[in-house]
């Protein structure tokens, strides 16, 4: 990846994904910064949640950071908020990423200084992923543990800022790559999808290596999904991912139709494809979204 050197990528799961209003003013947050490069709003009205990816400077990243949990304090209120996606907060979870490989510290720096960052406004959290303070919080579903709804029992928990209501909690740190990834089933069929997402996460007993994966339903789509995270590229690929979801909807009477990709994945997501395009198409990522293979794919911002 010819990424310039110093540049991180954010991640920045937002809880509103149905009030373009609250949306606009977020990306305007980011926009408002000369150094921030916004590179895709991603709105699921079901998990009524919004991914904001935007990259830049680390100086830049890290005042974006800032900028959209201000916004959102603004503009979100959790206790009114449901979805189906699991979430904490209104910045449910903040992951910065260094574009280039021999710069993991950058994005490690970076969390730290957006959660001193945050400190005059109304909002706080936990540490997770390789900036966790507590082992098991590396793993952000235990950082999520009780949801929003069970937040006020572990308020006076947080690793920094302060607790309240309307914003809830977030879960920040420096991670690796990682891709959001959803297959539609060909049906509405929260069992199946819940059973494939059962067999396909990685568990001791086997799953796929470096795959989380839940089910849930679509009614935006007319489907249900298996909404995976495959957290390490090196071991997983997502043609392995969309098979084998095809090969257990079949048992099912169902079959995968197609895919969802959220955010900007690097070319590395299409491993095992001649092209990102060829991927692209194999896997369906416009049966329900538009994917645009040259806007999307991280190195092409950089070619």
């Known amino acids: 990846m010819h990424a310039p050197a110093g540049w991180l990528e954010c991640v920045a799961n937002v809880s509103e994904g149905r009030d373009p ?4 003013a977020l990306s305007s947050a980011l926009l408002a910064l000369p150094e921030v490069q916004l590179w895709h709003r991603d709105a699921g009205w079901d998990a009524h949640r919004t991914v904001y990816t935007f990259a830049g400077p680390a100086d830049a990243v890290v005042d974006g950071c800032i900028a959209l949990v201000a916004a959102a304090a603004q503009h979100i209120d959790m206790r ?8 904490i907060g209104a910045v449910d979870v903040c992951p910065l ?4 490989p021999e710069e993991p510290a950058l994005a490690d720096q970076a969390a730290e200084r957006v959660a001193s960052g945050l400190s005059a406004l109304p909002a706080g959290g936990w540490f997770y992923s390789r900036n966790a303070r507590r082992p ?14 069970g937040l006020e029992v572990r308020q ?6 302060t607790y309240h209501p309307e914003f809830g909690a977030m879960a920040l740190g420096a991670r690796d790559f990682l891709l959001a990834y959803n297959v539609n089933l060909s049906a509405t069929n929260l069992a199946v999808a819940k059973e494939i997402a059962a067999a396909v996460r990685e568990h001791p007993g086997g799953g796929l290596p470096g795959v989380r994966a839940i089910g849930w339903d679509t009614p935006e789509f007319g489907c249900s999904q298996v909404s995976c995270n495959v957290t390490d590229l090196n071991r997983a690929v ?15 009477g169902l079959e995968a139709r197609g895919s969802e990709l959220i955010g900007m994945p690097p070319l590395a997501a299409f491993r095992g494809f001649s092209s990102a395009e060829e991927g692209a198409n194999y896997l369906g990522l416009s049966s329900v979204v538009p994917f ?11 070619a």
């Open 292 to 302: 645009d293979v040259r806007d999307r794919v991280i190195e092409y911002r950089f």
């Open 238 to 252: 997502l043609k392995d991912v969309f098979d084998t979801v095809n090969q257990l909807a079949k048992t099912h």
């Open 80 to 87: 009114q908020h449901h979805g189906a996606h699991p979430r």
């Open 21 to 24: 209003a609250v949306l606009d």
């Open 97 to 100: 990423v260094a574009l280039r």
């Open 156 to 161: 006076n928990d947080f690793d920094f800022g």
């Open 136 to 149: 098991e919080f590396r793993l952000l579903a235990n950082v999520r543990k009780g949801q929003y709804e």
